[in-house]
């Protein structure tokens, strides 16, 4: 190929948020899987992996016309769990990626394990870019704001039934009135919607770009984040980057693939320059039957190869062991995934 520069590797994304924002449906949508409505209750409860091919990414950027842009061999996306409980896999997702996504969900704003994110990219100088989703699509689960909207209105018990039992059914996600473009640039799309949808959109945009709201809604103290749609932001770097997108239509979806990308290569060159050396993390310890005792790594740099002496951390002090067999996840499909051999 006709590279200029120097060799780069693929910058290591990890995606974070409060439980429930659209973290692994986000990733469904681009991988055009449907990993989400497989987990129990619908909530993610472990680490999960996928990596995406720079031609991938092409292909889901085209619209944008940037392709000559994009100079990683890919991108490898880290899933977090959301649900409180999962706090350590949180931290161990965040340190060690280069770069990161932060998804809100567009009614909810800024929640706790969000905010817990934040500041854990924050005490490790992390890059990130906040994905505002759920702008549109349907959903069939109970619409606190319509349900509320009822009962203050009509202020009877029986209506109150009714809102909450047979309105979920009815109830538009997320902004009412959303013009649909599925998978197309938000720019896009947003110059198809009605002025009403616009107002509630910039509404809610206010609500997550302020710093007031942030230090307001916690207990934790987040100094100093303001945030700005991605394409009006003058200040790069000292004004994070929101990007709206819809894990349902795919809307904004190239935005935040292109952005993710760009971003990593124009702030992050020197790290993102392939070396020799090995570096690599150890996500998870299992046993596969068949084949014992397998890791689950992230090679960052270097490579590896059958029949290499490794070492790695045991409880009871280092294990040197080498390595018997190498199995990559196939690209754009999940690590979690059974990979039948
Ligand atoms: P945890 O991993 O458990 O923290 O959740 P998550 O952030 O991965 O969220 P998940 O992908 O499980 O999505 C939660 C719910 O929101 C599911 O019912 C999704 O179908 C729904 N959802 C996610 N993204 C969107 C979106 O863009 N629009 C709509 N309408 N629903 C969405
Ligand atoms: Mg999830
Ligand atoms: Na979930």
Redesign the pocket.
């Known amino acids: 190929s006709k590279k200029s520069g120097p060799d780069l590797r693929s910058p290591i994304c990890c995606i974070l948020?409060?439980?429930?924002?659209?973290?692994?449906?986000?990733l469904d949508c681009i991988r055009r899987t449907n990993v989400?409505e497989g987990?129990a209750g619908?909530?993610?409860q472990q680490i999960g992996a996928t990596y995406f091919p720079t031609e991938n990414i092409r292909e889901r950027t085209r619209e944008l016309k940037a392709d000559a842009t994009l100079k990683v061999p890919g991108l490898l996306v880290i899933?977090t769990?959301?649900?409180e409980s999962f706090a350590n896999l949180r931290s161990r997702g965040s340190s060690l990626c280069d770069i990161a996504i932060v998804?809100v969900d567009i009614m909810h704003g800024l929640e706790q394990q969000t905010i817990e994110s934040l500041n854990l990219l924050k005490s490790r100088n992390t890059e990130f870019i906040v994905a505002l989703?759920?702008?549109?699509?349907?959903?069939f689960?109970i619409n606190e704001n319509y349900t509320y909207f009822f009962c203050t209105k009509f202020s009877c018990k029986f209506l109150t039934c009714m809102c909450v039992y047979i309105f979920p059914i009815f109830k538009v996600?997320?902004l009412y009135g959303w013009k649909s473009c599925p998978n197309a640039p938000i720019a896009k799309t947003l110059k198809q919607q009605s002025n009403d949808v616009m107002n509630e959109f910039n509404m809610r945009l206010v609500q997550v770009s302020t710093v007031e709201t942030l230090m307001n809604s916690s207990l934790y103290y987040l100094s100093g984040l303001n945030t700005a749609l991605y394409y009006k932001n003058r200040e790069m770097g000292e004004t994070f980057n929101i990007v709206p997108?819809?894990?349902?239509s795919g809307e904004g979806i190239p935005d935040l693939l292109l952005l993710l990308v760009q971003w990593a290569q124009k702030t992050m060159e020197d790290k993102l320059t392939f070396v020799d050396e090995v570096q690599c993390t150890v996500l998870e310890v299992k046993v596969i039957e068949g084949l014992g005792t397998t890791i689950d790594v992230v090679l960052v740099n270097g490579v590896l190869h059958e029949g290499d002496q490794i070492v790695v951390c045991g409880m009871q002090g280092p294990i040197v062991t080498s390595i018997r067999a190498l199995l990559t996840p196939h690209p754009m499909k999940e690590l979690r995934v059974k990979v039948i051999l």
């Open positions: 948020g409060h439980v429930d924002t659209g973290k692994t449906k986000l989400q987990e619908g909530i993610t899933d769990p959301g649900h998804v989703n759920k702008v549109n699509g349907y959903n689960t996600d997320r997108t819809s894990a349902v």
